[in-house]
């Protein structure tokens, strides 16, 4: 009988700067959902914007991970140290003839006359998809590249939003893949981290619920298996703000020195409805406590001061 292969999970931050309370409840879920199951956990450092981040916060990350009480399993290369792998996976997708250049603008992208979804961002509306060589030509500047989208529709059961559909063609239009600076985006790279990692559940924001279709069509025309998805809620300051970097308040540069990691910990697990009462919670006793039945799935609003 074949061996039950164990789920891997991973937590993929951002070292741009101090994790504030809304990465530290992604982490939270992410760790306790694989923890609570006997999983592996991996951890990436997702820092393809080198001018934003540096060596020195992903240290930080670390060490803030491991304050709260979040150990991993193993850590994979940064997305910085991988753009030859990258490159391998962008020469197939050109080999299957789904790449074009782009050289439209910001300022075209976000014309109020192309088409817009309610949340404001655009679906690219194909202005490059057919451009003669000659046309290409003639922009004398670099281009971007996109990725050709089928009209079909992709569906997933997200384990805290539930069912979620989208049409590539008609909710996001062909996409970037690698930017005119030759850097690749966050499609493809975490497409392929996640694939080469052998990943088999993602968890993080609800904000990034829109970039599962795009994801699952890259793991389709790579070779990769879909993963499980669970996008947790987001958490609200008490006035409605989308907590942020910018909240230098709520991130663990600062609460450290004034909270412990399981004040913290009982905190986010009572407002996010895991445990019935506020209580202090070490890691190890969120996992036991764990269920995806029990998350909120709407946005979740903090008082910081009641922790």
């Not at 609460?255 to 445990?275: S, V």
Request: charged letters at 25%.
């Amino acid at each position: 009988m074949e061996a039950v292969k164990k789920p891997v999970g991973r937590f993929a931050p951002t070292p741009s700067g101090r994790m504030h309370l809304g990465n530290v409840f992604a982490a939270l879920i992410a760790w306790a959902s694989i923890r609570c199951r006997d999983g592996e956990l991996v951890l990436r450092m997702e820092d393809l914007d080198t001018q934003r981040t540096s060596a020195e916060f992903a240290q930080t990350l670390r060490e803030d991970l491991l304050w709260l009480g979040l150990d991993w399993d193993r850590e994979t290369p940064a997305q910085s140290q991988r753009s030859a792998v990258y490159d391998g996976y962008f020469q197939h997708l050109a080999d299957m003839g789904l790449l074009y250049p782009c050289y439209c603008t910001r300022s075209q992208l976000h014309n109020v006359n192309a088409p817009h979804l309610s949340d404001g961002t655009y679906v690219y509306p194909g202005t490059c998809r057919d451009l003669s060589p000659e046309a290409q030509t003639a922009f004398g500047r670099a281009p971007a590249w996109r990725l050709r989208v089928p009209d079909r529709l992709w569906q997933l059961d997200d384990m805290a939003q539930g069912h979620f559909e989208q049409n590539l063609a008609v909710d996001c239009g062909d996409f970037v893949v690698r930017r005119a600076d030759g850097v690749y985006v966050y499609q493809l790279a975490v497409t392929v981290d996640d694939g080469e990692a052998g990943v088999t559940e993602v968890v993080r924001g609800m904000d990034l619920l829109g970039s599962a279709p795009r994801q699952m069509y890259l793991q389709e025309l790579l070779g990769f298996a879909h993963p499980t998805y669970g996008h947790v809620p987001m958490l609200l300051s008490s006035d409605g703000r989308r907590l942020s970097k910018r909240d230098k308040d709520l991130d663990l540069g600062v609460l450290r020195r004034t909270r412990k990691p399981e004040a913290l910990i009982g905190f986010l697990a009572h407002a996010a409805g895991i445990i019935d009462q506020p209580a202090c919670l070490s890691a190890k006793e969120l996992a036991g406590e764990f269920s995806w039945e029990k998350l909120r799935k709407t946005d979740i609003y903090l008082d910081i001061n009641h922790i």
